[in-house]
């Protein structure tokens, strides 16, 4: 008998619809899977033999023949051992087959034929065109997160057959909680006595400027990117989506009702791959790092220390929002826009351009400016020296503006920047940037000057104007014109990277 | 650029050479060729003496080693004559010549004259560009390696200003302090024409750019002004080599002035030999909190003069002899005083008085005067802009000139 179950496996951060054929014919008793099926997905014959077994159901003496369509593809993963399991169950005529009509099935199977979760759900369950989905049951919330699909859940093999039958229910799904759960963030009152840099962390997230924090040990750099993404606002419908998508593929916990609507905030370590930061691997193409990040902040702690290769991979994602990752088998793109937020030493001993000596010689000091290259650093809009704080204002109640209050000019600066027909001020250029960043005499006057000392380049300027828009938005300066004064904290907030980091020719 | 008088004759040239090849011997320090050449005063003759394998039977070698040489007698006698095979003094001459260094020996035309009647004169001098600006009224800047931005603005500016006014400024070319001040000669003689050039006194070989880091400096230095050594080509960065240096150092000028110095460094051994030789120092004061003012304010405690401006400088150079600044210097100082550009406006004003004098950053004007970060931002580039305020790194430091 032929029976034919729909399924789908993950390819990059999208599922692609895969049909399980099952036929079982007269012969001596054997089990093939042909399709190309990769060393997981060709294992799944011996969990499926051992489910089907343990779970008190007939297994066929004959000869089991599992076709992967379409056969060209490869397939990787072991979330095909359910429809392998059911449709064996539906070609021996365990389960009638018009039971099993328009209904897909995703999920691993344990040797006690129990149900486990795999890895990316959603955008497994996206492409699937039956109505009635079966999955797991831990991932039940994840399965409805599109919420096209019925989707049903039981714990084990015995139990999807028996609801199959008609013989059992269905488990029930806890629907997913309306309102967005905040988590608690680090409050930005924390920060004290570091007004420069609790500006530069506000016009980020306002702006969606990518910010380089340039600083000794001790100066408050981590402290500060995690408080950045407290002050992001939720992440909206489309967006959210996207950013749960890329976690499911990922394999990633993902909150309690499936969605994710907090922007994520990634911090990888600075021994971090290639593929582990920009996504890839050999057979299953996970998304990396700056994926994960979609909709969220990327923050790089130790900016210098991160192989330089990595960090000249970060360009094409910064440029276009997204990353294509290509190998022999195949290429994926995977989504990348996000908030990019670095953080260095200024030199190796961290105390160049501080308050205390530096202690390395000017060719070390060289070298480790050589492990940044100058295109990167060019990408950030904000550049600042976070300084140890002053002790006398770290003592006592703080008196400082809290995340809430300051993601609230956020939220509305962001609303603003939407009617201008881009997502935020970093993507304003060109004619955009014209039409709503037009400086002021003065403000033209301070320009003009800073040219001719050289002090900004011709491109400096334009990154200057957007983020001097972002200053005035947040002001709640609604006309096109940028002030003085908003130019000239524009032009502190993007500091020469040599004098940063301490080179002195 | 080579202005050195050639030698009357060729006789010189054979002193010359035979001097240079001499500096080549291994464990013959400028101290004991000295000693050596007080014996023997013929470099020929001494070279041929020192180099000659079996020189024990020579009557002069006999002599020689009552002089001065004691202990190792024979193995240095061993590794000369093994250096006399290896090295042609006319080939090094010629070395030199090529490479644009002349060596000056005491009654030369081009020795500088402050170091004919020093204590301690060094044998021979190795000299790139152009040695009569040793001639000018010169004053010493000097200060520690690990200098910060308060020091580096004063050493560059005043170095300017005394170039302005015809006052050579002599330097080792290390860095810190040292490059800071010939960097401020070098753009002193940009903006006013005939301003004497720098020069630079250095402890390795003249072709040892060391620390690399200088190497265009070392390059301008030997181009625009003077490049002075003890050591022949090749010779390395050995340790003695410097406290020897700075003897020169002071030896060339007429005024020691210490910008920033640890409590110990090199600066300060400048400030001794030019102590030991009678010559003014001055030290330029800093906070008793900083350790890179520890080592001038010892100093002061000392007894050196204060430098608090140029014109304190100028005023500690000699009088007399025709060649001093110090009419220009008057005029000029009380030009400077006349004239400071206080700001009109109040609120330029109010925030040169919350910087103060020290370095500072924008989040401690913030602070101080409780504006916003966008009007502090405003006011601090208008003062950047009208040159009142100058900006280092992340720090601010207001200027008085």
Redesign the interface.
């Known amino acids: 008998m032929l029976a034919s179950i729909s399924s789908a496996v993950l390819r990059g951060v999208d599922g692609i619809r895969v049909t399980v054929e099952v036929h079982v014919a007269g012969g001596l008793p054997s089990f093939t899977v042909v399709g190309l099926p990769d060393a997981s997905c060709r294992e799944a014959r011996d969990r499926v033999r051992a489910a089907v077994v343990s779970s008190g159901l007939p297994w066929p003496q004959q000869r089991i023949t599992v076709n992967l369509a379409p056969s060209g593809l490869p397939k990787a993963g072991a979330g095909l051992d359910l429809p392998m399991a059911i449709g064996v169950l539906v070609a021996s005529g365990v389960v009638p087959s018009e039971r099993a009509v328009g209904i897909a099935f995703v999920g691993e199977l344990g040797l006690d034929g129990s149900l486990r979760r795999i890895a990316g759900l959603v955008p497994l369950v996206e492409a699937l065109p039956e109505p009635i989905v079966v999955v797991p049951p831990d991932g039940q919330a994840e399965a409805m997160v599109l919420g096209r699909h019925e989707v049903r859940a039981a714990a084990t093999l015995a139990a999807v057959v028996a609801a199959l039958r008609g013989l059992g229910p269905w488990e029930t799904a806890a629907r997913a909680p309306a309102v967005p759960h905040r988590e608690p963030v680090a409050d930005l009152a924390d920060v004290r ?5 609790r ?1 530069a962390v506000e016009v980020a997230a306002a702006g969606g400027h990518h910010l380089l924090m340039v600083g000794p040990p001790g100066a408050g750099k981590t402290m500060l990117a995690q408080r950045l993404v407290g002050l992001l606002p939720p992440l909206d419908a489309d967006a959210a989506l996207q950013a749960t998508k890329v976690h499911s593929a990922a394999g990633e916990t993902l909150p309690e009702g499936g969605l994710l609507r907090n922007p994520p905030l990634r911090a990888p370590h600075h021994n971090a791959s290639m593929a582990a930061l920009v996504g890839g691997g050999s057979a299953w193409l996970r998304p990396g790092e700056i994926s994960l990040a979609t909709g969220g902040v990327l923050f790089l702690d130790e900016l210098a220390e991160f192989s330089p290769a990595v960090l000249d991979a970060l360009r094409q994602p910064l440029e276009e929002g997204r990353i294509r990752v290509a190998r022999a088998h195949g290429a994926v793109q995977f989504p990348a826009r996000f908030l990019l937020v670095a953080a260095t030493n200024p030199c190796p001993c961290g105390n160049a ?1 501080g308050d205390r ?2 202690r390395c ?3 070390a000091r ?1 070298r480790y400016r050589r492990r940044l290259s100058a295109p990167l650093l060019d990408r950030f809009d904000l550049r600042i ?1 976070v ?1 140890r ?2 002790p006398d ?1 770290l003592t006592g109640a703080s008196c400082e503006e809290g995340t809430e209050a300051v993601a609230a000019r956020v939220a509305e600066v962001r609303a603003i920047t939407r009617l201008r027909g881009v997502s935020a001020n970093r993507e304003l250029s060109g004619g955009l940037l014209d039409r709503h960043a037009v400086p002021s005499r003065s403000g033209r006057q ?1 320009l003009t ?2 040219l001719r000392r050289q002090r900004v380049t011709a491109r400096g300027v334009d990154r200057i104007r957007r983020v001097a828009r972002t ?1 005035a938005d947040l ?1 709640g300066a609604r006309g096109c014109e940028l ?4 130019i ?2 524009a ?2 907030l993007r ?1 020469d990277t040599d ?2 980091l ?1 080179v ?2 | 650029m080579n202005v050195i008088a050639p030698a009357e004759g060729a006789g010189r040239d054979v002193e010359r050479a035979h001097l240079i090849a001499l500096l080549y011997l291994p464990g013959l320090g400028p101290l004991r060729l000295r000693n050596l050449l007080a014996a023997c005063p013929d470099a020929a003759e001494l070279w041929w003496a020192l180099t000659t394998p079996a020189p024990s039977g020579s009557p002069l070698a006999r002599r020689l080693r009552a002089v001065e040489l004691r202990g190792r007698v024979d193995q240095l006698f061993a590794a000369w004559a093994e250096a006399g095979r290896t090295v042609d003094p006319k080939a090094a001459l010629r070395r030199h010549r090529s490479a644009g260094v002349e060596l000056v020996m005491p009654g030369d035309p081009a020795f500088p004259d402050r170091l004919h009647d020093d204590e301690d004169p060094p044998t021979a001098l190795f000299a790139r560009g152009d040695l009569s600006v040793a001639a000018a009224p010169t004053v010493a800047i000097v200060g520690t390696r690990r200098a910060t931005p308060y020091g580096l603005g004063i050493a560059r500016r005043w170095a300017m200003a005394l170039v302005e006014v015809g006052v050579a400024v002599v330097s080792g070319l290390a860095r810190g302090i040292d490059a800071a001040a010939h960097d401020g000669a070098l753009a002193a003689m940009d903006a006013v024409g005939g301003a004497p050039g720098p020069v630079g006194v250095v402890g390795t070989g003249l072709d040892v750019v060391y620390p690399r880091s200088s190497a265009r400096l070392w390059s301008e230095v030997g181009r625009r002004g003077v490049l002075i050594s003890e050591a022949p080509l090749g010779g390395g960065a050995q340790r003695w080599r410097f406290p020897a240096r700075n003897r020169i150092i002071a030896g060339l000028a007429d005024a020691v002035l210490v910008v920033e110095s640890h409590e110990r460094g090199g600066a300060l051994s400048t400030a001794d030999e030019a102590l030991g030789r009678q010559r003014p120092v001055l030290a330029v004061p800093g906070s008793v909190h900083a350790s890179s003012s520890a080592g001038t304010n010892h100093l002061l405690r000392d007894g050196a003069l204060v430098a608090t401006c140029v014109q304190d400088v100028l005023l500690a150079l000699p009088t007399g002899g025709g060649r001093s600044p110090l009419g220009t210097a008057r005029t000029q100082g009380s030009a400077v005083e006349a004239a400071p550009r206080r700001p009109a406006d109040p609120e330029e004003a109010a925030l040169l008085l919350a910087l103060g004098w020290e370095p500072a950053l924008v989040d401690r004007l913030v602070e101080r005067t409780d504006w916003s970060l966008g009007a502090t931002c405003r006011v601090l580039e208008r003062l950047v802009a009208r040159g009142l305020v100058v900006q280092q790194g992340a720090w601010f430091t207001q200027v008085r000139e």
């Open positions: 006595g570091q007004p420069m840099a500006r351009g000596y530096c010689s000017a060719a060289r020296a300084h704080p002053d204002r301070l000057d800073a200053l002001d002030a003085e004064e908003h000239a904290l032009m502190h500091a004098q940063l301490g002195d020719e």
